[in-house]
């Protein structure tokens, strides 16, 4: 055997050998790819944005005309101007959102989570009937409600108040997160509520020391869901609140559009990005909670 045979052996690899060394480089490739489309679309959806944020730097003459995002004439005096542009600064409806949202969110928390132990742990009459009714109200539009409550509403002098969109929601009005914390409860073994009754505890200590503490996931999933919600809500703050002193971020950004008849698009744009910031960090720092409530996985 010559030399020149024995290093065409040596340098012989089989079919197999050359399939698994080929393996991992395909499936880094197409890890790649798979991540490449993702960013992708990420930048897509995110367009929106970030078009809205370049324009809030831009002259009011220029935002419609170009459809990019880079930025050639910085305007920083767009969020100085939109800020000033009503009798009060616009950090005031910056607080009457917050209040109405504060609001909204013990509401939800407190009485959605009172029904949902009711529902899934308690015993009474008509249980699965009144369950049902709950779930139906989850498919009523807000449209075919508004008129007898804004009639209901009126008669009790709650109009041009916060009242209207605050007291509701302690009496538990969002059918959704009744039934999002059910689920979760309903995934807490039950032998926990019978080792506290053992130890003497009643339906108040074990909903208050054994069930709550555990339906933090689901409890910061309703907190955050009802602070995008209310916070970007316009439909009903416009119907209630007519006052501008009691205007709210989305009615007091319609209102900056239609007081002018040349409207001033840079401020408009500066102050819709201020109002964009508190949903992005409640929902940038809150969404493993969000994964978690969504799941109702129960304690373990």
Known sequence: MTDRTVAEIGTFSPPAARTRAAGPTRRRAHSLLKHAALIACALLMLYPVLWMVVSSLRPSNEIFRNAGIALTDLRVKNY????????????????????????????????????????????????????????????????????????????????????PLIVPKFLATDAFFIFLMVQFIRGIPRELD??????????????????????????????????????????????????????????????????????????????????????????LFGQRFLLRGIATTGGK
């Open 80 to 163: 100085s101007n939109g800020w000033n542009a009503f009798g009060w600064p616009f950090s005031h409806y910056l607080v009457n959102s917050l209040i109405v949202t504060v609001g909204a969110i013990i509401g939800n928390l407190l009485a959605c989570s009172l029904a949902a132990y009711a529902f899934a742990r308690l015993e009474f009459r008509a249980k699965r009937l009144w369950f049902a009714l709950m779930l139906v109200t989850i498919m009523l539009p807000i449209h075919v409600l508004i008129v007898p409550q804004y009639v209901m509403y009126s008669q009790l002098g709650w109009v041009n108040t916060f009242l």
């Open 194 to 283: 019978e080792a506290a009754r053992i130890d003497g505890a009643g339906q108040g200590r074990i909903f208050f020391r054994i069930i709550l503490p555990l339906m933090i996931p689901a409890l910061a999933t309703t907190a955050i869901f009802t602070f995008i919600w209310t916070w970007n809500d316009f439909y009903t703050q416009l119907i209630y609140l007519t006052d501008p002193d009691k205007y709210t971020t989305p009615i007091a950004l319609r209102a900056l559009v239609d007081q002018q008849s040349a409207t001033d698009w840079g401020s408009v744009f500066s102050m819709s990005v201020m109002t964009l910031v508190p949903v992005f960090l409640v929902f």
